[in-house]
């Protein structure tokens, strides 16, 4: 069946937000594991699946969809994922191993808690390397650090800020830091195929979330059985083998089955 998805050497897989069981109850931590799965856009098949007990998916798009891609034979990928993948080294390891990354940026921050305008209302140009705040004032750099091993660039102004008519709207300080990953480009052009395929989100949806709705409820397995890391994850591989065999035979029925077989 594997044979059937290539196109052109090329390919689109969808990635679930992590199926977390008995990970998180009441905002705590408990014993739980993380079954990941890159589901193939144009079938709905299991292409890639593994279990980890991380407590969420952050850095673990750049290893699923590499599989994925690895499995499929193909030269390049779309990786289209939820939002708890967005993390800026992992998008950009995708990049540089043919894997296009389509993940949307979180609401997340100081700013967007306080109700502040969020860093996507503060455009950057990269030929002055200087960010526009919403009120159309320059916001230039100002100071470096290292955070974890990465570089940070802060961008401000505070003059701007002091005299500033929406202010408020912007921070509660005295003036407003943007800070920027040295690498970020890669997020902003990632972005930049968002906004030109604002639909590809939605079929990550409906691609996704198909094989986990199939597996909970007409498979009746809402809750792993086995207890410990490999036994849980032997038990998600028959599960996804008992999955795509079912949608196999969906696709192309016994028959083709057979003869896919006998070939």
């Known amino acids: 069946m594997l044979d059937q998805l290539k196109t052109s050497g090329e390919s689109q897989i969808s990635l679930t937000d992590s199926d977390a069981r008995a990970m998180v109850t009441h905002g705590k931590t408990t014993v739980g594991y993380n079954a990941q799965v890159a589901v193939d856009a144009k079938h709905k098949l299991i292409v890639e699946q593994h279990v980890t007990n991380a407590g969420s998916d952050l850095g673990l798009l750049a290893q699923t969809a590499g599989a994925a891609k690895a499995l499929l034979g193909v030269e390049r990928i779309d990786a289209v994922a939820g939002m708890g993948y967005y993390k800026g080294e992992d998008i950009e390891a995708c990049e540089e191993n043919g894997i296009t990354p389509y993940v949307a940026r979180p609401q997340r921050g100081i700013a967007v808690s306080n109700g ?8 950057y140009d990269a030929a002055e390397d200087a960010y526009r705040c919403p009120g159309g004032q320059r916001l230039d750099t100002r100071y ?3 955070v974890r091993g990465h570089v940070t660039v802060q961008y401000s102004n505070p003059n701007a800020c002091a005299a500033c008519a929406i202010k408020a709207r912007c921070t509660g300080g005295r ?3 943007i800070n920027r990953w040295e690498n970020e480009a890669v997020l902003d052009r990632m972005a930049e195929r968002l906004a030109a395929r604002p639909d590809i989100l939605a079929v990550r949806r409906e691609t ?4 986990f709705g199939l597996i909970k409820q007409w498979m009746n397995q809402g809750a792993f059985l086995m207890r410990g890391l490999e036994k849980v994850r032997a038990e998600f591989s028959l599960t996804a083998i008992a999955y795509n065999l079912r949608r196999a035979i969906t696709i192309i029925g016994v028959p083709g089955m057979i003869r896919a077989v006998r070939a």
């Not at 502040?116 to 455009?123: A, L, T």
């Not at 996704?208 to 094989?211: I, R, Y």
């Open 116 to 123: 502040h305008f969020p860093k996507e209302r503060f455009h």
């Open 208 to 211: 996704v979330e198909h094989p």
């Open 175 to 177: 003036y407003r830091r």
């Open 144 to 146: 470096n650090s290292v």
